[in-house]
């Protein structure tokens, strides 16, 4: 039952996966998936794969996981946590909905673990999205890979010895985000209301995503953030407190080019075709042409 279970899951969270991250032509090859653990300090790591990164906080009788990848690297996973700790993972937090960060949700539900995030994020999840881009839809994922607790505002998450701070942040990647703060350890998890590497933060405009709203998380973020701060994002390589200053940078300054054209009356269309990105926040970002024209159509519909 629980291998028909898993195999039920694992198809809806790869098209959800899918809608997070610019268009593949085939479902990524997991066999070939190998996880790594970067040490934070204080018995925290962060956990790269495929998909979202995830951050692993270990206590003296459990272990609290940030996003869970995608369905069928849950063993990989599993195995990667058992090489830093040797306690169950008793709670699980989704930074957002989709796929490549929730896709092991029901997985470690089956071994005890509750899942934990907004109440935002469990009502999408329930009811199933729709991709603004392409129409695709992702159907409402199976009771036990739904959060069983949820909160709305703010919340803690703790095991013996040790607890993480958990912040809605709505209406920004997802209408149903989380920043989850480690503060023994000073580290951030942000999800994918930051996501850095030859690409562009997705704006989930199907699920309420709102360019101001990541500006604002963003901004967020830099206040409470010291020196220090080692930040854990949706997607790429750890960054710290002057990282986010540049990201939001690259952020405001496509949002400005974007509402310029929209403001003098140009449509989607025209604006797309005027590459407002293309002179300069395409090259920052490391994007192509077509996460280019993504990410305009993104930002005019959400302004």
């Known amino acids: 039952m629980k291998r028909i279970a898993l195999g039920l899951l694992s198809g809806s969270v790869v098209a959800a996966g899918i ?63 058992g090489q830093l700790s040797d306690k169950p993972v008793k709670y699980v937090i989704n930074t957002h909905l989709h796929g490549d960060h929730t896709g092991g949700n029901q997985a470690f539900w089956l071994e005890g673990a509750t899942i934990v995030a907004t109440k935002n994020l469990r009502d999408s999840l329930a009811a199933g999205t729709t991709n603004a881009l392409t129409g695709v839809k992702t159907p ?28 809605a942040q709505p209406t920004a990647h997802t209408k149903g985000d989380t ?61 710290s407190k002057a990282d986010l200053v540049t990201y939001r940078k690259l952020l405001v300054d496509a949002r400005a080019a974007v509402a310029k054209a929209k403001a003098a009356g140009m449509s989607e269309d025209q604006t797309v075709e005027a590459k407002p990105l293309a002179a300069d926040v395409q090259t920052r970002a490391g994007a192509n042409d077509a996460a280019s024209v993504n990410f305009v159509r993104l930002i005019y519909r959400s302004i």
């Open 179 to 239: 920043a989850v703060w480690v503060t023994d350890a000073n580290v951030l998890a942000t999800g994918d209301i930051v996501s850095i590497g030859n690409r562009y933060p997705n704006i989930d405009v199907g699920d309420a995503g709102d360019i101001d709203g990541i500006i604002r998380a963003v901004d967020g973020y830099i206040r409470r953030a010291n020196d220090r701060t080692k930040v854990v994002p949706g997607h790429g390589s750890l960054m």
């Open 19 to 81: 809608l997070t991250s610019a268009a593949v032509a085939q479902a990524p090859n997991f066999s070939a998936v190998q996880i790594k653990a970067t040490d934070l300090g204080n018995r925290t790591w962060m956990l790269e794969g495929q998909g979202g990164n995830m951050t692993v906080v270990a206590g003296d009788d459990g272990v609290i996981l940030v996003d869970t990848q995608f369905a069928p690297l849950h063993d990989k996973i599993k195995t990667a946590i």
């Open 140 to 167: 409402p994922a199976p009771q036990a890979a739904l959060p069983a607790r949820t909160y709305t505002g703010a919340t803690t998450v703790a095991v013996r010895g040790r607890s993480v701070q958990l912040v």
